[in-house]
């Protein structure tokens, strides 16, 4: 039985498909599934039941991978104790970052990371709060990046920076005369949310108290805030951006930028950590090398701005 052997068979109950697996393990598939078969052999067991689609495991299957992933876990963690004690950088470092803050902030530090430590192998994966808060807690990730809300009070979290959110607003909507966007105005009925579930949809309808628009079938549903943004281009509607997609806009885009009035709604985004994560000095170069490409004054709260939690 080898620590192989055992990742081979978490890729395939987590994506629940061989080829898969073994693209993800950047083996081939006859690889991996001889690597499971003589696990099993050895075991006596048989893991995955072949004949679903979806692959399954079966019921002494599942108590094997419930096994293995402890074994991976302790072994990662002895791995990076290690690592941690000699003082290097070397190692993987994997980060979840809300799909509505990695087009904007990733291209910032990441591509300078990279240069700067390659012997760092970070590694970066998008996902909504939830699947982000499951994963940190089940080792699937070292850390992520993610607004601050309710719930992770277990976690080991660090600011980041504090950002501003912004309406974006077709020529032609009543609200693209005005110099600044108050919630009272938002009654359009053509008002482009997220799906339910993010929390950067979530906040806003708090915030801006969009109990219509959170009801209305008007409220067309995506998960894409470049998706809205390109309909809002087109000449309908109102959606909201995070402040830091506006130094990616074109002049033209930024015609239809829109500040809040005070106060301003501001989300804390933070890197969130499990309280027992060992890579301290790789944690704190990331830390370092992300807040040193932000502009200055999104690195504090202010008092004109309203956090929403």
Not at 137 to 146: K, S
Not at 234 to 240: E, W
Request: charged content about 25%; overall charge positive; some cysteine.
């Amino acid at each position: 039985m080898t620590l192989q052997q055992l990742e081979y068979v978490m890729a395939v109950y987590r994506l629940r498909h061989f080829a898969k697996a073994a693209d993800y393990c950047n083996v081939t598939q006859p690889t991996l599934s001889s690597m499971i078969q003589k696990l099993e052999d050895e075991l006596g067991v048989r893991i995955f039941d072949r004949k679903r689609q979806p692959i399954l495991p079966t019921k002494a299957g599942m108590k094997v991978i419930e096994q293995a992933w402890k074994v991976l876990l302790r072994a990662r963690k002895l791995q990076q104790m290690v690592e941690e004690e000699k003082q290097t950088l070397a190692g993987t470092f994997y980060i979840g970052v809300l799909p509505t803050i990695a087009p904007y902030l990733v291209p910032r530090f990441f591509p300078q990371l990279m240069k700067e430590f390659p012997e760092m192998d970070v590694r970066i994966r998008e996902m909504k709060t939830e699947d982000m808060k499951r994963a940190i807690r089940h080792g699937d990730l070292d850390a992520g990046i993610l607004a601050r809300v309710e719930g992770w009070e277990d976690m080991e979290c660090h600011t980041l920076y504090y950002e501003q959110f912004y309406a974006y607003v077709a020529e032609g909507e009543p609200l693209y005369v005005k110099d600044y966007v108050r919630p009272a105005d938002l009654s359009g009925e053509y008002l482009w949310l997220l799906d339910e579930g993010h929390c950067f949809r979530d906040q806003l309808v708090k915030f801006c108290q969009l109990k219509a628009a959170a009801k209305s079938k008007l409220s067309y549903r995506l998960g894409s805030i470049e998706t809205f943004m390109r309909i809002v281009e087109q000449g309908k509607g109102v959606t909201f951006i995070p402040q830091l997609a506006i130094p990616q806009l074109s002049g033209e885009q930024q015609r239809l930028v829109r500040p809040f009035a005070h106060p301003v709604p501001t989300r804390e985004i933070v890197m969130a950590v499990s309280p027992g994560f060992v890579r301290h000095r790789m944690l704190q170069t990331v830390l370092e090398r992300i807040r040193e490409c932000l502009p200055e004054d999104m690195l504090k709260a202010q008092q004109s701005r309203q956090r929403l939690v």
